[in-house]
């Protein structure tokens, strides 16, 4: 394993949740550092591999709820590792998959800071297969789309649901509650039928996961009949509906 010196910050990813899905080197990564700077979907049972004496700090960013800033966490790296820390930056998925990643490479490397990227297990896809959804298929899709389901924090992007409609292929939705009768009514305005297979995956990976089949027309109805919330993951398209022919074999991953 690579040592962890003094004044660098690690950018790790934690994946979706289990601390059995940390990568080996994540797993080193916690074992070594001074301060973990967290985020609100790292899972407890992960941080409390950290060493004694480590420091935590929470820089959650979820939404609706009061957050830390994108450029105040920025300078609590910065910060940090000037101070001699051994900094790990630890995210929950993957720290380049809607995560922030970029952001804080960018402004270490503006500060001069050295660091380390260490991907993890994004949820959108791992929740998906831990549920029996594969991400392809070589009998319904070559390609799948990841995409954000919420809007940043100036509410003005937003993805061009019906062009993503017309591509024909799977779509992985990543926290898109709030927004998920504004996705459901424009993915069904640009051509996608109302019985495209579907499926809700809330807190995957963790003990409260649960996973509720549907169809694109249903979803919005589903989810709040079962009382889906935040943190979830909806994936809608053909794989949805192949993990019906799996449950009967399946081994749950509990």
Known sequence: MPDFPAGEVWLAGAGPGDPRLLTVLALHAIGQADDIVYDALVDRRVLDLRRDGAELISAGKRGGRPSSQQGDINDVL??????????????????????????????????????????????????????????????????????AGHRAEDGGSAADWAALAKLGQPIVLYMPMSQLAEITASLQLGGLSSDTP????????????????????????????????????VVIGATAGLRRHLLGSMVRWR
């Open 78 to 147: 910065i910060e940090r590792a000037r101070a001699g820390r051994r900094v790990l930056r630890l995210k929950g998925g993957d720290p380049f998959v809607f995560g922030r990643g970029w952001d804080e490479a960018s402004a270490l490397t503006e500060a001069g800071i050295r660091f380390r990227i260490i991907p993890g297990l994004t949820a959108g896809l791992a929740g998906a297969a831990l549920a029996g959804i594969p991400a392809t298929s070589r009998d319904t899709n070559h390609a799948v789309v990841l995409a």
């Open 198 to 233: 579907a499926a809700l995956i809330q807190s995957a990976a963790t003990d409260q996961e649960r996973v509720v089949d549907s169809t694109l027309g249903n979803l919005v109805d589903d989810a709040a009949r079962h009382g889906i919330g935040s943190p979830s993951i």
